[in-house]
């Protein structure tokens, strides 16, 4: 009876210090806080970016899908920015590498961050990765694109996010 007691305790005191759970938010719902510094030291809020389509892709150095995505995303972006398009790249590798982070961060155009170094994420530590999030000039989450529907390209963002900017089409 002692053991099962320590063993519970243990996981009640392990449970409490991880914090609370934060459940992923999904497509309909509005989008949750996140305050986090870029990696150049900038602070990168989410609800400042009210008004345009914000695409927050939560990705890993050490995740060969995440990596494989990060040239159609920067693409994308390059491609939709003028248009009212933001991309937010928030990097889920521990705070200590910063390195390794901020020399892929170099490859690509768009913010980016790493959760670690959040003030306020509502989004809680993805379950899987990549993860990304496409979020309405509202602020409502209006896809949710996870590795089971394969990789995000450009194809996939222009059908999720298109629809949602100002005319609805390609454009230029």
């Known amino acids: 009876m002692t053991t099962i007691r320590i063993l519970l305790t243990s996981a009640w005191i392990l449970a409490a210090l991880a914090g609370p759970a934060v459940a992923a938010p999904a497509a309909g719902e509005r989008a949750p806080a996140l305050v986090v510094p870029e990696i150049d030291g900038a602070r990168l809020d989410l609800a400042a970016f009210r008004g345009k389509v914000v695409i927050v892709n939560f990705w890993a150095t050490w995740c060969p899908p995440c990596r494989a995505e990060m040239p159609a995303l920067d693409a994308f972006y390059a491609r939709f920015h003028a248009r009212g398009v933001q991309m937010v790249g928030v ?13 892929a961060a170099h490859a690509v155009h768009y913010p ?16 899987v990765l990549p993860v990304t999030y496409v979020v309405d000039r509202a602020g409502i989450v209006r896809a949710v694109l996870m590795p089971d529907a394969g990789p995000v390209t450009e194809d996939t963002l222009e059908r999720a996010v298109l629809p949602l900017l100002p005319g609805g089409h390609p454009g230029p």
């Open 91 to 103: 990097s889920v590798d521990h705070g200590r590498d910063r390195k390794a982070v901020t020399k």
């Open 112 to 127: 980016v961050a790493i959760l670690a170094d959040a003030v306020t994420n509502g989004f809680g530590k993805p379950s």
